[in-house]
């Protein structure tokens, strides 16, 4: 766990550490993590929208669509519309129907400790998420199924009003971390660029 | 461009290429859309740092000390959620 938290004063504003460190040694409840869609600012990084449209390309290279709940990536400051001509979407599954699915495939105590890493948030492609909206089991965000999806669609979303939660302060600070360690990890000392 | 001119023109022209104040556009009282954010990385903590390589790297760092335990999914697990994604589709 994270000792002397003043060497990240550059990345997490003074005010905003003692909260960030006291959520962090409740891992793994990530209660603190979502929120109601924020009352007043419309467009958040991160913020999840319900029956949101989506596209993934099988092997085949055939397209498949489908509505999910999904997980905005994109930077706050990229949102308005001035910047905005696509928007960047992850999409939500519920976590209790994974489990079923993996049930057949493992022992109980795999799938304990399988469903344990996963609640822990230690799976880099999965951003487990707590009970929000439909997903009273939790739910996993998978980061390594992004699709591009135009920002019209995005905006009608919105005035659908399909805005289901919004991260919290920590709970955004936190879903940086996601993404780095997913993103943006150290290569491999192997890898030599030229 | 003398030098004299070019030590003052290029840092304000390098502030106005990246730096923009932070506005909102508020079309109603409840909807309010960030509008004008810096475009460094440093902008969203306020931070003056020398470059943002490092910013990076404190991420990482920090990301490190949070989920030590991180790991990506095995080949059997990535196949496991793949093959849950796609059953959505059905």
Known sequence: MIGDFSRYATIIPEEHQPALQRNLTRIPDFSWLLSEPHPSLERLQGDLIKKFPTVFLDDSATPRSRDFTVMLLNNTCDLPDERLDFVTAAPVVDFQKYLEFERPRRTAESLRAYADSIRRNDKTELLYLPKFDEFENGALVLLHMVCSVSARVYKRALTAQKRIASFTQTGFYFSLIKLTTHIARAEATEVVRS | ?90
């Open chain 2, 1 to 90: 461009m003398t030098p004299t001119i070019q030590a003052i023109a290029v840092p304000v022209l390098l502030n106005l290429a990246y730096v923009q104040p932070m506005t909102l556009d508020s079309s109603t009282a409840m909807s309010i859309v960030m509008k004008g954010c810096e475009s460094r990385p440093t902008a969203m903590f306020n931070a003056q740092r020398p470059n943002s390589a490092t910013l990076a790297l404190d991420w990482l760092e920090f990301g490190t000390a949070a989920l030590p335990n991180a790991q990506p999914l095995t080949a059997e697990e990535r196949a496991s959620i793949n093959d849950f994604f796609w059953s959505q589709f059905q």
